[in-house]
């Protein structure tokens, strides 16, 4: 759940992000966690 707890933390996001952002299919995943947090 690296990902999970990544997008709950704070600074945990900003590095599991560029570890994700280059992978296609995270990158679907991050877009959609974007619009649920809004």
């Known amino acids: 759940g690296m990902c999970k ?3 709950a ?3 945990a996001p ?3 992000f ?3 952002v280059g992978r296609p299919r995270h ?3 991050m877009i959609g966690m ?3 947090d809004s």
Request: proline share 6%; glycine share 22%; charged share 20%.
């Open 5 to 7: 707890a990544g997008f």
């Open 9 to 11: 933390g704070d600074d």
């Open 14 to 16: 900003r590095a599991v």
């Open 18 to 20: 560029p570890s994700i």
């Open 27 to 29: 990158h679907g995943i």
């Open 34 to 36: 974007g619009q649920k």
